[in-house]
């Protein structure tokens, strides 16, 4: 009995030292055993692919993104001459190439492919002043634009480019757009190629921020920087509801305020230029202030509603219709004028050569003027320096 114990401790030992040997010197001889690791797996079709992509809006940029452009701008600005160019020996070494007095500066932007035949919306300050503006479209494909016209006052231009197949925007509509909204915006922001970013309509109806003569913005929270400018702001569908223009920054990029022209405002205004070169808009030769309590109090008004008229130019349809500096305007065509801005509005709605009647109140009296309709002279444009 002792034996067979010995001999099985020593069969036990040579086995546990073979083991050893093997684990340490070969691994690979012993076999393995096989682990089953389940995972979940998002299916690659059908209705399981489509809940994925429930919240992506992967077909609405792919539907506006073709029709978004690039906009480079060149322009001459003039330097002033070093007094140095006046000097023979000077002018001898460095020749007449930097006797010009002039540099080169460039400029990006975007802007929206609004029609097959070529128009493009963009921003006025986008192409203010260039001598040369090239447009690159989606395909690659780089070329020359022509300004059909501008309209400083609302910051909108229409460009044209004259090329084959051009895939143009589908215009949304501002009656459907809602405070809380997705919205896209889609552009050029920094020159770093074209970018989609995404947010919310923030606010409708912005004015009174002094950017345009004629303000009516979308206010939203997707992220607008240099370079975005005249690019679209879309709604979740793909659809045009405003272009973009300004964002409110103390650093220059964006802090989520930014804002864009109404896609109804930019379409009418478009339709403007195309047909008649510029925008015409009624126009009565007055300027106006808003009415504080202040004002209101030492006028004998019940509330500050209206817009005080400040001056009158002479000759003006406002002059002849008997409008004079200290009336309060309180209503165009029957059409309630809260302050200044809305008048302004009001009366840029109104066609020329059209007769309209004003309620006006002076001295604690109300009476009613029929003004003839003017039309409103183009925006002297401030020289660069």
Do not use: C
């Not at 997707?222 to 400018?229: E, T």
């Not at 220059?252 to 230029?273: D, L, R």
């Amino acid at each position: 009995m002792q034996r067979l114990w010995l001999i099985f401790a020593q069969t036990v030992t040579v086995a546990v030292a073979l083991l050893f040997v093997v684990t340490t010197l070969k691994p690979e001889w012993l076999p393995r055993q096989s682990r089953t690791v389940t995972v979940q797996e998002a299916a690659s079709a059908g209705a399981d692919a489509q809940s994925r992509h429930a919240a992506s809006y992967h077909d609405a940029a792919r539907k506006a993104l073709p029709a978004v452009v690039h906009i480079y701008t060149t322009q001459e600005v003039k330097t002033q001459r070093h007094p140095l160019f006046n000097d023979p020996l000077f002018r001898h070494f460095f020749g007449d190439r930097l006797d010009d007095g002039a540099q080169r500066s460039a400029g990006l932007g975007s802007g929206v492919i609004a029609s097959p035949e070529g128009y493009i919306l963009t921003n006025f300050h986008v192409i203010d002043g260039a001598d040369a503006i090239e447009v690159a479209v989606s395909d690659g494909r780089t070329m020359t634009a022509r300004v059909v016209g501008s309209d400083p006052e609302s910051d909108l231009a229409v460009l044209q480019i004259k090329a084959d197949k051009l895939p143009a925007i589908t215009f949304g509509q501002m009656d459907t757009l809602r405070v809380g909204d997705v919205v896209l915006a889609i552009g050029n922001p920094f020159g770093v190629g074209q970018t989609v970013t995404m947010g919310i309509v923030s606010a409708l109806g912005r004015s009174h921020l002094g950017i345009n003569t004629f303000e009516n913005f979308i206010q939203t929270d997707a992220a607008i920087n240099p370079g975005n400018s005249g690019g679209a702001l879309t709604d979740a569908a793909g659809n045009l509801v405003g272009i973009n223009t300004a964002i409110y920054s103390r650093t220059g990029g964006s802090n989520g305020i930014g804002f864009a022209i109404p896609v109804s405002s930019a379409k009418a205004i478009m339709e403007q230029i195309i047909q008649n070169g510029t925008v015409i808009r009624g126009w009565i030769g007055v300027e106006a202030q808003e009415i504080t309590p202040e004002l209101a109090e030492s006028f004998g008004l019940a509330n500050s509603e209206g817009a005080l008229i400040a001056g009158v130019a002479r000759g003006s349809p406002a002059d002849q219709a008997g409008v004079r500096p200290g009336d309060v305007l309180l209503s165009v065509s029957g059409k309630p004028v809260k302050d200044p801005q809305v008048m302004l509005d009001l009366i840029a709605a109104l066609k020329p050569n059209d007769k309209v009647a004003f309620q006006i109140r002076r001295d604690k009296s109300s009476l009613e003027l029929q003004v003839q309709i003017g039309k409103r002279p183009a925006m002297k444009r401030q020289p660069k320096e």
